[in-house]
């Protein structure tokens, strides 16, 4: 067996890799960036090594200096986790040569899956289904047009090389094939320096379903049954789950049957991941083999209390299916679902966000709750890197029992520091076509406005929980105050406003969004009138706790989840959260006539691209810079039409977060 692996990757997947190992009693071996230093993947690894700089092309893509701290520390093994070179065939060759153990599929394997078009052609001798098509390596236009009349319209355009929805086109007629063609050629160019591409039928209204298989070294491939992860936004997974509620019985045999198939036709060793598409009638095809451990593989741990860790380890070290998972088929108990927390702001096209957690909690995990995560308090989410900050998972007996536990542990959920999705994630799990599970991989993009975070006033009732919680602490901070001083009955310490001849009176104000709230309080110790915008509320009772607020309000008894968070309170309803921020009423309000005056840098990044020169005239969103940040490119728009007056940084410069990059001549 094993007994010391590195980990040739970063952030949860390290530390999930790591839990299994020291359940295992293998000793770990972290390999870090610059930027991953203090990481807790280094932290709760048993030691770490050192690989470069902060960019992964510095660091997490350098096969060679990972094989060399491998050999420097004494590991045996290197486990690629997702990403970065899990799916490097080279890298693997290179593993296995240096005499190391490589925990996953072989590099001929790899190979096989390498070429989207030559494994659909693989696929199809194999007798796997598969999306009627052309796959041919002749590419040229006229020929492709006629291709594109044979397979039948509607049909999608798809790089052949590359994948994460790049170089992707769906085409509606045959009129629209020549532009869209070019389009695709161009981005996969851009994307993967090859602008080869196949034609395929397109399933309207699709599901994304596929199945986990492993296979060892004496030739047995098994599946552990199915995971949905139809919900999708721009061809990124967001909800996952097993089991699928739309698969039968006899779907789930037949497509369990298929990937097996798939496995064997390329001679599959450890952990991999058959994807189909599949109609709304139950036809099913082949889409790819991911031939790695896949980001959503708890949700399969869950359901069949399998570790795909240790089966992975284990196979590794030549151990056999037959006496790994001697019970076919795998039996599966419950419904278990996956989302992911990411630090981006779904209101601003999900930018993704960096910064330092100021603030994170995440719920108490047990048998049902299960939580991965590469961070805690306190750590920063880098720029340099997927901005995961966790993956929640569920399970419970059944669907619907799951997805209340995930609204549930969703609620418990906060961030502060960077934006993060938790709002948007609350609200899709109580969309009705996510609860009805008629959800299909373009919804999302079709209908992503439904389940947007909402606007609007904020709710009486919340409003007056936030503000009886903030008077209370007010209250509960000058008293202990007034404790530690040399009178501790002085009047002069009871925070209720009062001045001599008027009635006692505060000032709140709070912002929601970029909404000032000022609110007038009159009393003291729970019983409050506040005045707000005109409309009056009366409150009675009000007692907090360190997570909540209850109160009368006229004549109904409300409570309220309200936490305290660095300069503001967070309120949720048991359906939404509302964040506001506390402000001093008499603080200083710089003029907003400047803020159409400059365009700043929305994260730390660096600028790829600058599209206008001083003194030029521009209009409103007129494209100004390109950055490039969190492995996206994120176009800079000109605010209001007007003269460039400054350009403060050029292209191949890194930016801090808010840094003044265009200014505007004054209007």
């Not at 692996?5 to 530390?15: M, P, Q, S, V």
């Not at 009638?281 to 708890?298: K, S």
Request: proline share 5%; net charge negative; hydrophobic share 45%.
């Amino acid at each position: 067996m094993i007994t010391k692996l590195l980990i040739a990757n970063r952030g949860e997947i390290a530390c999930r890799i790591q839990r299994t190992c020291r359940h295992l009693g293998i000793a770990t071996v972290a390999v870090y960036s610059d930027a991953d230093a203090r990481a807790q993947h280094v932290r709760l690894a048993d030691e770490g090594r050192w690989i470069g700089g902060s960019a992964p092309t510095d660091s997490y893509l350098r096969g060679d200096r990972i094989i060399e701290a491998a050999l420097a520390t004494g590991a045996q093994a290197i486990h690629p986790g997702f990403g970065f070179l899990s799916e490097n065939a080279d890298f693997a060759d290179a593993v296995v040569q240096a005499g190391l153990v490589w925990v996953g599929p072989s590099a001929a394997s790899m190979r096989k899956m390498g070429s989207k078009a030559g494994a659909k052609n693989l696929m199809s001798a194999a007798g796997v289904p598969v999306v009627p098509g052309y796959t041919g390596e002749d590419q040229d236009p006229a020929l492709l047009a006629r291709e594109a009349e044979r397979v039948g319209f509607p049909l999608m355009i798809k790089a052949a090389h590359g994948g994460g929805g790049k170089g992707m086109r769906v085409v509606h007629a045959a009129t629209e094939f020549q532009a869209a063609l070019e389009s695709c050629q161009r981005e996969a160019r851009g994307a993967f320096g090859k602008d080869r591409v196949l034609l395929e039928r397109y399933v309207e209204r699709p599901r994304h379903i596929e199945i986990q298989i492993f296979g060892d070294h004496a030739g047995e491939v098994i599946h552990l049954n199915e995971r949905e992860c139809s919900a999708q936004r721009r061809y990124q997974k967001v909800i996952e789950e097993s089991p699928s509620p739309f698969v039968t019985p006899e779907l789930r045999a037949a497509m369990g049957a298929a990937a097996v198939q798939a496995g064997k036709a390329i001679d599959y060793a450890n952990a991999g991941t058959v994807e189909f598409i599949v109609g709304p009638a139950g036809d099913f095809y082949f889409m790819e083999i991911n031939t790695r451990l896949q980001v959503e593989h708890p949700v399969t741990e869950m359901v069949t209390g399998l570790d795909l860790v240790e089966l992975q380890l284990q196979i590794a070290a030549g151990s056999k299916l037959a006496d790994l998972v001697p019970v076919r088929p795998v039996p599966t108990h419950g419904h278990a679902i996956e989302v992911r927390l990411y630090a981006e702001d779904p209101e601003q096209g999900f930018l993704p966000g960096s910064g330092k957690l100021e603030l994170l909690q995440l719920p108490q995990t047990d048998a049902r709750v299960r939580i991965d995560s590469g961070v805690i308090e306190g750590d920063t989410v880098s720029v340099h890197y997927d901005p995961m900050i966790a993956k929640l998972i569920v399970h419970e007996a059944d669907r619907g029992e799951a997805l209340a536990l995930l609204r549930e542990a969703l609620a418990q959920s906060v961030v502060v520091g960077p934006k993060s999705n938790i709002d948007f994630l609350e609200r899709l799990s109580r969309h009705p076509a996510v609860v009805e599970a008629s959800i299909d991989t373009g919804y999302l993009d079709r209908h992503l406005a439904e389940v947007m975070p909402a606007a609007g006033d904020v709710p009486a009732d919340v409003l007056a929980a936030i503000c009886a919680r903030a008077l209370l602490d007010e209250e509960a901070a000058a008293a202990a105050s007034a404790r530690t001083g040399t009178d501790p009955h002085t009047p002069w310490a009871i925070a209720d406003g009062w001045r001599h001849g008027h009635p006692g009176k505060r000032l709140k104000h709070f912002l929601h969004r970029d909404q000032l709230i000022e609110v007038s309080v009159h009393g003291h110790d729970g019983s409050y009138t506040l005045d707000v915008g005109g409309q009056r509320l009366e409150l009675r009772g009000a007692r907090s706790s360190a997570d909540s607020v209850d109160f009368l309000i006229g004549q109904r008894a409300t409570r309220l989840r309200v936490l305290a968070l660095p300069g503001g309170y967070l309120a949720h309803n048991g359906e939404r959260r509302w964040v506001l921020g506390l402000r001093h009423p008499f603080a200083y309000e710089a003029s907003a006539a400047s803020a159409g005056d400059v365009v700043r840098s929305p994260m730390p990044g660096r600028i790829v691209a600058v599209r206008v020169e001083p003194d030029a005239e521009v209009v409103e969103g007129q494209e100004l810079m390109v950055m490039e940040a969190m492995k996206m490119e994120i176009t800079l728009k000109a605010p209001r039409a007007g003269t460039i007056a400054e350009i403060r940084a050029s292209a191949g410069e890194f930016v801090e977060a808010d840094m003044v990059l265009v200014k505007l001549a004054s209007a």
